[in-house]
DNA sequence: CCAAAATTGATAATGATTATTAATTCTAAT
DNA sequence: ATTAGAATTAATAATCATTATCAATTTTGG
C-alpha cells in the first residue's frame, strides 16, 4: 500500500501547516472546503489519520471531546487556556524548562513517555486581562479572537 | 436543586469507592447492575457527571475513547501501562516526585494546572516480563490480567 | 496507454454520551 | 405518618465524533 500523492492530501497538509492553532477535523475541513469544494469530511478524517500514522503530523490527545492536529512535528508542548479554550504552544524557555523537567520525571519513574497538557491564561487573554482592571473577574469572551461554533471552552 | 439521597446514586459510589481501577462508565454499569439489576447506563451517567460536578469522584481525561471514573479525590497520578492498557495509579516515591517536578513546572511556566499521563510498564507487567526472558519483545496479553471487551489496548 | 492499486465522495454504521419524558421516589413541612 | 413539590429514574431517542462501506474515479508504475 504505497502512499499516492493525491490533491487532496496535499492541500489538507498544507493548510494544516499554515496553522498553530491545533484544528479539529472539521475545523480543518472548513478551511479544506474553501479551495476543494466538493471534499467530503471522510476524506479530511482519513488523512488526517493517514499523515499521523506516517508521522507526517501529529495527532493530540487532549482534553475536549474532539482529536486535534498538529502541522508541527517537532517536540512542543502544548498549553489550553482557560479563558479563550484556545490550544497555544509553549515557547523558547518555558518550553525547555517542560522537557527539561519531564524527562527528569521518566527517568525518576521508570516510565517511557507521557502525554502533558498544561492549563493557563494565553499571552493574547494575558493581554486583555491587564488592560481590563477595572472588571478583573470576568472571563474573557471566547468569541473575541475565536471562531468555534460552541462557547469555546471544551468541557472534559 | 438539593441532591437526594438515593439507592442508585449510592451503590454507584459505593462500587466506585472499591475500585483503584478507574472504570469507564459502562464498566462500572456492569457492576452496579450486579447489585441493581433495574438500573440503566443513563442513570450510572447522570450520577457520575453529578457526583464529579460536586467533587466527589474525578472524572478523568485520559487517553482513549472512553471518560474514566475516580473514587480517589486526593492527589496522585495516572499510569497507562503499555502493554495491558490499565491504568494504574503511581504510589509513594514516584508520587511525590511527579509532585515536586510538576509544582516545579508550574511556577516557571505560570500555568495554574495540568493534565499528565504517564506512559510506563505496570507492575504486574513488570513482574511478567521479567519472569518470561526467553521472550522479551513479546507483548503480555492483555487478556491476562484485564477483562476487557476490546484488546485493552486503547488507541489514541 | 493500461491494468492494478489507491483513493475519493457519499452515505451508512458505530460508539460514547447527552437529552427527553412520563412515571416513580425522596424530601421536608405539616 | 401524609402529602405536595422537587428530584430522580428507566426507557428510549437524539446527538456528536469518528469509522466503515462501496461503487466510481484517480493515481501509479510498467
Known amino acids: 500500500m504505497k502512499m499516492s500523492n493525491t490533491q487532496q492530501r496535499r492541500v489538507i497538509l498544507e493548510e494544516l501547516r499554515k496553522l498553530d492553532t491545533h484544528p479539529t477535523a472539521d475545523e480543518l475541513y472548513d478551511l479544506v472546503r474553501q479551495r476543494l469544494p466538493q471534499i467530503s469530511l471522510g476524506t479530511v478524517y482519513r488523512n488526517l489519520e493517514l499523515l499521523s500514522a506516517t508521522s507526517q503530523i501529529l495527532k493530540l490527545q487532549l482534553t475536549g471531546t474532539q482529536k486535534r492536529f498538529d502541522g508541527n512535528t517537532a517536540l512542543h508542548y502544548h498549553r489550553r487556556c482557560p479563558c479563550c479554550g484556545r490550544v497555544s504552544d509553549l515557547k523558547g524557555e518555558e518550553m525547555a524548562e517542560v522537557e527539561r523537567v519531564l524527562?527528569?520525571?521518566?527517568?525518576?519513574?521508570?516510565?517511557?513517555?507521557?502525554?502533558?497538557?498544561l492549563c493557563g491564561v494565553c499571552p493574547a487573554c494575558r493581554k486583555q486581562q491587564s488592560s481590563s482592571?477595572?472588571?478583573?473577574?470576568n472571563i474573557n469572551n471566547p468569541k473575541s479572537h475565536q471562531e468555534n461554533k460552541n462557547d469555546g471552552i471544551e468541557r472534559q
Open 103 to 117: 524527562n527528569e520525571l521518566l527517568r525518576k519513574t521508570g516510565c517511557r513517555s507521557y502525554t502533558l497538557e
Open 133 to 137: 482592571r477595572e472588571n478583573p473577574e
